[in-house]
């Protein structure tokens, strides 16, 4: 009869410990996000400034402009990871068009404002290479966990979900850009 009292505390145990290393899993995917997410916002705070700059040399390519607040718009309306990741995967597909076309000219190039919102901006898309790098380290961290034995049968039972990762999902999107006139 011990025995099985002694098995029944060693299985609570193991399944609190289990349940509390998941859920500071997934609290570790959700900060790395939040990290993402911050490095995101800064970027997408720095876009109007850079538009604005970027105006008044480039009457013609009005179409680079709208394409650079067409993503950002997406990203402020994005609602979760998914539709986060495609509006990142957008937006840098339109800043690398609009530093790509900044090339043809020199005036704007040799702005002083110019020059220092793409050094802001060159610092932040580190920070969210980085950011993203550690999001997915997380997610796959909390993925494994979900599905290794014994954990596996303690994550179904707890109802624990797998995350997405942030991944660039289209091929035209891992292209350079190529810009031709």
């Known amino acids: 009869m011990l025995w099985i009292f002694a098995a029944i505390i060693i299985l609570a145990l ?13 609290n570790a995917v959700a900060n790395a996000w939040a990290g993402i997410d911050t490095q995101l916002q800064r970027r997408y705070d720095l876009i109007p400034n850079l538009v604005e700059t970027v105006k008044g040399y480039m009457e013609h390519e009005k179409t680079v402009l709208e394409n650079v607040t067409k993503a950002r718009t997406a990203f ?19 800043l690398k068009t609009l530093f790509a076309v900044s090339e043809n000219y020199p005036d704007l190039k040799a702005s002083q404002n110019f020059m220092m919102l793409q050094e802001e901006l060159a610092g932040t898309e580190n920070k ?4 993203r790098q550690r999001y997915n380290n997380s997610v796959m961290d909390y993925n494994t966990a979900l599905q290794v034995f014994p954990n596996n049968i303690f994550a179904n039972m707890f109802n624990f979900k797998p995350a997405d990762s ?3 999902e289209s091929e035209e999107a891992r292209k350079a850009v190529r810009v031709q006139f």
């Open 14 to 26: 193991f399944s609190i410990i289990t349940y509390n290393r998941l859920i500071a899993k997934r």
């Open 76 to 94: 402020m309306n994005a609602g979760n990871v998914k539709e986060q990741a495609e509006a990142e995967n957008m937006m840098a597909g339109a």
């Open 128 to 131: 969210i290479s980085y950011s």
């Open 166 to 168: 942030f991944a660039v």
